[in-house]
């Protein structure tokens, strides 16, 4: 399965959650940023979403363009935040939440990329994997 969802990705991530003291009690909230990338996600998400859950292992490959600020029409290697590994759980859970698998722990192996470029969106390639076929290399 592969997408491209045409949008410039968001970059709060899942790790901006606020917390607040109730009754001696942490209280962890979304931002009004983190609940606006999530509904985008979600809302682009169901447009792509399979017929049936993945139920066995997968494979997830991200390839995040965000847009330049120059004028030229190339792609480079982003190297600023959001970091890759902060930038992709959000993602996860909101494909959790639109039914491309039972659990994001079915995802054991990904490959999350980030780039400048002039056409910014989120590619995305899910492969479902062999659940028997373990070769570790």
């Avoid at 968001?10 to 009004?32: A, C, L, R, S």
């Avoid at 192996?109 to 659940?131: A, N, R, Y």
């Amino acid at each position: 399965m592969e997408f491209f969802m045409a949008m410039i990705p968001p970059t709060v991530t899942h790790q901006e959650h606020k917390v607040t003291v109730q009754n001696g009690k942490p209280i962890f909230y979304d931002t009004p940023e983190l609940k606006a990338a999530k509904n985008l996600y979600i809302d682009t998400l169901y447009r792509y979403a399979p017929q049936k859950p993945f139920r066995n292992p997968v494979r997830l490959i991200t390839k995040w363009i965000y847009p330049r600020n120059d004028d030229k029409n190339c792609v480079s290697w982003k190297t600023t935040k959001p970091d890759t590994d902060n930038m992709i759980k959000l993602l996860k859970d909101c494909m959790t939440m639109t039914g491309f698998w039972t659990d994001d722990a079915l995802v054991v192996s990904e490959i999350t990329e980030k780039f400048l470029g002039s056409v910014p969106g989120i590619w995305i390639h899910i492969d479902e994997l062999d659940e028997n076929d373990t070769t570790v290399q």
